[in-house]
């Protein structure tokens, strides 16, 4: 009974905290927004087609590290890239605590309403209104598809809001096609004019695990060794 209990206990360790994550695509993306003055800066991560699951790469003065977050984003894993010959791996750091509460993603609620309309094939106008009179718009935004290898809806604007608009929009695309939404033009407020469009789409093979047993960081930033 004693040998079975810790089989189990063993077999149950190995589901939770030995996991290996593959991804199939590796994206580069570039923002712009004007404020009057022209910001630029660049996004980069792995993708997980079939899970929907990002390993970002984040860069400080030449180190560059990727950051995995669990599912329930209450912990995020970190790895250390290294450069074998022409190929390239990351290597588990360590771990770190981050949200000690996790919120289930809930419906908005909110007094503003949007608007998805069709411009062409592959264009949709996404408008939000500050509330059901439809007059003030706080997001008046072009969304750009193309027909991709796997589908990624997603309008990378900083408002609850288009979660809902992402399903919606969903709905009114060809089920038999697959979409990603490669470029957003959008103005936010009437302040400031922003751009986020994929520079690059490629096809990889990366596989990176995290371990059975976690290392905890002593360090403040997840950079230093």
Known sequence: MKKNLLFLICFISNIVFSQKYHFDYFIKEKSEYQ???????NKEWFYDTKNGVRLNLESENNNIIAVLYSHDYKLKHVFKMKNIGKQVNFLYKHSRKINQEH???????????FEIKKLDSSKYSFVVFKNSKRKKKVIDAVVNLVIGEFEYIDFRIDH?????????????????????VRSVDYKYNSKYNRSNFFELIQKVDLTVEVPKV???STNWSDFEE
Not at 35 to 41: D, E, G, L, M, Q
Not at 103 to 113: L, N
């Open 35 to 41: 404020t009057p003055k022209k910001h630029v800066w």
């Open 103 to 113: 919120y289930p993603e809930i419906p908005y609620k909110g007094k503003e309403v």
């Open 160 to 180: 609850i809001i288009t979660r809902e608009a992402e399903k919606q929009l969903k709905n009114l695309l060809n089920q038999n096609q697959k979409y990603i």
């Open 214 to 216: 976690l290392k905890e």
